[in-house]
């Protein structure tokens, strides 16, 4: 999947360090949380990881269902849509080099059909970044720096 720079843009704009720690914080900020889960209709969710944790650091499959059955709980239990068939691994760990355990527990938990890497084959430069598949799942190389 290509970008062009206008989309980059926007996408920067939308998605910069946006992350949802439920009801951490002060009462204000927990209002808040709220109304996000008020809005599930206005985002597109996506699954990532329960503590955030680069699935890398995972040594078996069963841990990372662990914590990807979590993040799918909250979303039904809160009205997230759950098929988007798209995830994002933290720092897209796990995605390329593979990590075999992500990809099939992405699989077995989500129907993940689509992700994507900003390192396959190298971070740098950008032009020369290629999309590929592993157990069914396409993987993009993302363009925005």
Same mark, same amino acid.
């Given at each position: 999947?290509?970008?062009? =720079? /206008?989309?980059?843009?926007?996408i920067?704009?939308?998605?910069q360090?946006? =992350?949802? +720690?439920w009801?951490?914080g002060?009462e204000?900020e &927990?209002?808040g &949380?709220?109304l996000l #889960?008020?809005s599930?209709d =206005?985002?597109?969710?996506?699954?990532?990881m329960?503590s955030?944790m680069?699935p890398?650091?995972?040594?078996?499959?069963s841990?990372l269902?662990?914590?990807?059955?979590l +993040?799918k =709980?909250?979303a039904l239990?809160? !009205?997230?849509? /759950?098929?988007?068939g798209?995830?994002?691994?933290?720092?897209?760990? !796990?995605?390329?080099?593979?990590? *075999?355990?992500?990809?099939?527990? %992405?699989k077995?938990? %989500? !129907?993940?059909?689509?992700?994507? /890497?900003?390192?396959y $084959?190298? #971070?740098? $430069?950008?032009?020369?970044?290629? !999309?590929?598949?592993?157990? @069914? *799942?396409?993987? @993009?190389?993302y363009?925005?720096a």
């Amino acid at each position: 999947m290509l970008f062009s =720079e /206008t989309s980059c843009e926007v996408i920067r704009r939308s998605a910069q360090e946006q =992350e949802l +720690n439920w009801h951490p914080g002060t009462e204000e900020e &927990d209002e808040g &949380d709220d109304l996000l #889960l008020r809005s599930v209709d =206005e985002f597109w969710w996506f699954p990532h990881m329960w503590s955030h944790m680069q699935p890398h650091l995972f040594h078996n499959e069963s841990s990372l269902v662990e914590q990807m059955i979590l +993040n799918k =709980e909250f979303a039904l239990e809160h !009205g997230i849509p /759950t098929n988007l068939g798209y995830a994002v691994a933290p720092h897209h760990s !796990g995605v390329y080099p593979v990590h *075999i355990q992500l990809y099939a527990a %992405w699989k077995k938990v %989500w !129907g993940i059909q689509v992700t994507s /890497t900003e390192e396959y $084959p190298h #971070l740098k $430069p950008a032009r020369y970044r290629k !999309g590929f598949i592993h157990n @069914s *799942i396409m993987v @993009s190389a993302y363009f925005c720096a």
